[in-house]
């Protein structure tokens, strides 16, 4: 069965640095997203993206985040200079249609920011 | 604004026995879909269910199955016959129609099964 995967599964960086996380949606889903959760806390939608550009994006998603589509299978999430409060499990979806479509995620990266 | 609410922290349930989460919503969009997704302490996310507004049966998918009350704004997930393996979070979302496509999710419910 098709399925969402995510690398690295745990990435421990330095405040101020920069870190790359990367995702492979479903082949033939075209909608991308990236959800974060920070410890015992819900899910929070960061952003979405589709037909290589955001279509949507939160609060959350401010100028140290972006999203790149680099090639035709994979969906990266990058932070440009991570904050202690960065720390917390990414995730990334996909799904087949816009709207109410089911999304299904990826196994999450653990993000330890010290 | 679009919400979600789960009102019930944590859950215990015995095996083989049913248990009903909670799950209500708010929104003044009329095209939306419902989901449930699991959450074991493994970190992933797992589909459940999903149940469209406009969808005149209740979903259901195996051993889940979503009690939709469309004019109480409630999507209440049951499971049938708990298993251990059951024991995990679970999060109620709720996701819109048209361009708007990110899910919104309520703060879950920590489901326990006892053998």
């Known amino acids: 069965e098709p399925e969402v995967t995510q690398t690295p599964s745990h990435q421990v960086t330095q405040m101020g640095q920069e870190v790359i996380l990367r995702c492979v949606p479903i082949?033939?889903?075209?909608?991308f997203y990236w959800y974060r959760q920070i410890l015992g806390q819900k899910v929070e939608f960061l952003v979405s993206?589709?037909?290589?550009?955001?279509?949507?994006k939160s609060e959350i998603f401010d100028d140290q985040f972006s999203v790149e589509r680099p090639d035709g299978s994979n969906f990266t999430l990058k932070i440009r200079s991570t904050k202690l409060e960065d720390s917390a499990m990414y995730f990334c979806?996909?799904?087949?249609?816009?709207?109410?479509?089911?999304?299904?995620f990826g196994p999450g990266t653990r993000l330890t920011v010290l | 604004a679009q919400k979600i609410t789960q009102t019930q922290p944590g859950m215990f349930v015995q095996e083989k026995e049913a248990v009903t989460l909670d799950c209500t919503y708010d929104?003044?969009?009329?095209?939306?879909?419902l989901f449930w997704y699991k959450q074991p302490s493994s970190g992933e996310m797992i589909f459940l269910i999903y149940?469209?507004?406009?969808?005149?049966q209740n979903a259901t998918e195996g051993r889940y199955s979503l009690n939709f009350q469309k004019a109480r704004k409630s999507a209440n997930l049951v499971i049938s016959a708990s298993q251990l393996g059951d024991s995990a979070m679970y999060f109620c979302?709720?996701?819109?129609?048209?361009?708007?496509?990110?899910?919104?999710f309520g703060t879950g419910t920590l489901l326990a099964v006892q053998p």
């Open positions: 929104t003044s969009d009329p095209s939306y879909g």
């Open positions: 149940q469209g507004s406009y969808d005149q």
């Open positions: 979302a709720i996701g819109y129609g048209g361009a708007t496509n990110k899910l919104i």
């Open positions: 082949s033939n889903h075209l909608y």
């Open positions: 979806a996909s799904s087949e249609e816009i709207g109410a479509d089911t999304q299904y």
């Open positions: 993206f589709y037909n290589n550009e955001i279509s949507e």
